[in-house]
């Protein structure tokens, strides 16, 4: 068999695998990330299917996959969105860096990896996954809630930050000196803020760039756009994934939508490539060391996103039923974690255990995040009813 | 409106919620879809936060659920208005489909010659047109609020329906 037809015989067998473990993660009302990743493991290194010949396509695609992720993401909102946002949820969104980053910068430390893991560390376990969070409010009926503004504006806030956090992390992973480091934080900041105020002020005249009547033109200016501003904003140190969502924020209104609508497939089948190298360059071998630590995390992170949204959802004004699903509904991690974990695998700057703690992490986050939005409720009315039948016993002494 | 203040909520990356609460505390209201889709919504007796059903609903079924809840509102308004003249009844007369009128004009209908009742209004997708032209085009889903006498109420109901 010639290079080719093996190529496009192992590339064939993954997309068919992913489609089948996509649908069968759909019966089960999951994301299909966890499934994505363990096809990753299951082919290739270690695993029980060694790929060769297709790295060279695989390594692009995954690129490609993680620019298309934030770009759809930026499209999501409009800048005007992001700032009222951000000025509505500054406080709840701090709560959420500072109890969620904690407990994977604990860990890291704790491993030993020292200050650059933590950081890599702490955004795994920080950032909520708006996409697995996004749908599972829509399946379970709970957009027209009172607390769900309150989840949507702390991943809003979530996902700015990660326009901070992801251009801090690509410079420190590349070992630059704190001198070029500080002048690449700068460079990103004055970068945000100038896509900011035009967005705000000029997106029409961004949307008007990659506009076209014609479908086939629209979808090869915007993604030919999206390629060109990740890889500059790459080459400025500013890292490619956050030029793609600076973008998206910049092109508005139905430009917006329907770019959305075009993109979407080409995100899944590119960001499906992303997950299964991510697993692919992961030695399921280097998994079951780290999985008691993840589970560790598991269980902490998850009682540290349950607080953070219940704090936010009680500032709001909301009962204590609402206060509870506001908490559930963000526990999912997903496509972000894994996003940071593969830059910080990629930079090589972390030890290989990382990417076998961030897959174990994720696995069991995005599995669990659905699980707990959905199960809250029964739990909470349960607990309180209980809790009434308490307080009643404690009135009437017989 | 008299005091219903309706409460305009942004979703950021989903679209808008659009909701007020009914005087028994419940909250009734819609979510717009940012591509255009309209659920209904309604909060749940024992939490308020969060709601008991959540509909998803086509443009169609927005505009006869706006028809059902808004054209008996403006009947009751106008048989307010006619109280002192008596004979006078207000009626709402739908288009089925399947009426010889969809599709045709008020002016063919020749309602007034034929049953001495006028159209006032015509109610389509929750949109009030009122005093229509003879060259009004009638839409299966439309309801038609006219006046007369219950006799030519009548009649006018049974031509919209046979022709």
Redesign the interface.
């Given at each position: 068999m010639d290079h080719t037809a093996l190529s496009l015989i192992e590339l064939g067998a993954v997309f068919f695998t992913l489609g089948v473990l996509g649908r069968f993660a759909g019966k089960l009302g999951l994301s299909p990330i966890p499934l994505y990743l363990l096809g990753g493991l299951a082919f290739g290194q270690g695993g029980l299917i060694p790929l060769g010949g297709i790295s060279a396509f695989t390594d692009v695609a995954s690129e490609i996959g993680v620019v298309l992720l934030l770009l759809l993401l930026g499209l999501e909102y409009s800048a005007a969105e992001l700032f009222t946002g951000l000025r509505r949820s500054w406080m709840a969104g701090i709560v959420d860096i500072v109890l969620n980053a904690a407990p994977g910068v604990a860990v890291a430390l704790l491993l030993g990896w020292g200050p650059v893991g933590a950081l890599a560390m702490g955004g795994i376990t920080y950032i909520s996954s708006s996409g697995i969070i996004a749908k599972v409010l829509g399946d379970l009926g709970r957009l027209g809630n009172r607390e769900t503004p309150v989840v949507l504006s702390i991943l809003v806030f979530e996902d700015l930050v990660m326009a901070l956090y992801l251009p801090i992390l690509t410079t420190i992973l590349g070992g630059i000196s704190f001198l070029g480091g500080l002048q690449a934080v700068g460079i990103s900041l004055g970068v945000i803020t100038v896509v900011l105020v035009v967005a705000l002020k000029y997106g029409r005249y961004v949307s008007a760039i990659v506009d076209s009547e014609n479908r086939e033109v629209f979808l090869l200016k915007v993604f030919g756009t999206a390629l060109l501003v990740a890889g500059v904003a790459s080459a400025m140190q500013v890292s490619a994934a956050v030029g793609a969502f600076l973008l998206g924020i910049a092109i508005s209104g139905s430009t917006a939508e329907n770019a959305t609508r075009l993109l979407e497939p080409l995100r899944d089948l590119f960001a499906a490539v992303f997950f299964v190298v991510f697993g692919l360059n992961t030695d399921p071998a280097s998994v079951p060391p780290v999985l008691l630590w993840a589970v560790v995390l598991a269980v902490v992170s998850t009682l540290t996103k349950i607080g953070t949204g219940w704090w936010a959802a009680r500032r709001a004004g909301i009962g204590r039923l609402g206060q509870a699903r506001a908490g559930a509904a963000l526990v999912a991690r997903g496509e972000f974690s894994i996003v940071i974990a593969g830059f910080a695998v990629a930079a090589g700057a972390v030890e290989g255990e990382l990417a076998a703690l961030a897959t174990a992490y994720v696995l069991l986050m995005a599995i669990l995040g659905p699980i707990a939005a959905r199960v809250v409720e029964p739990v909470a009315r349960s607990l309180q009813r209980r809790g009434n039948r308490f307080s009643r016993a404690a009135e009437q002494p017989s | 409106m008299k005091g219903v203040n309706v409460e305009v909520?942004?979703?950021?990356?989903?679209g808008v919620?659009k909701?007020f609460a009914l005087s028994s505390g419940r909250?009734v209201?819609v979510?717009t879809h940012?591509?255009g889709k309209t659920?209904l919504?309604v909060?749940k007796a024992d939490?308020?936060?969060?709601?008991l059903?959540?509909l998803p609903l086509t443009a169609d079924e927005a505009g006869a659920l706006a028809n059902l809840l808004g054209a008996p509102q403006l009947v009751a308004q106008l048989t307010e208005e006619h109280r002192e003249l008596p004979g006078i009844n207000t009626k709402q007369l739908p288009i089925k489909s399947g009426s010889p009128y969809d599709g045709r004009t008020l002016g063919e209908t020749a309602m007034r010659t034929r049953t001495g009742a006028s159209v006032v209004a015509v109610m389509r997708a929750g949109q009030v047109h009122p005093s229509p032209n003879p060259d009004f085009t009638f839409t299966s889903g439309d309801l038609l609020v006219a006046v007369g006498t219950s006799e030519g109420l009548d009649s006018a109901a049974k031509i919209l329906q046979h022709g």
């Open positions: - | 909520t942004p979703l950021p990356g989903i919620r909701d909250r209201g979510v940012r591509d659920e919504i909060s939490d308020p936060d969060a709601c059903a959540s």
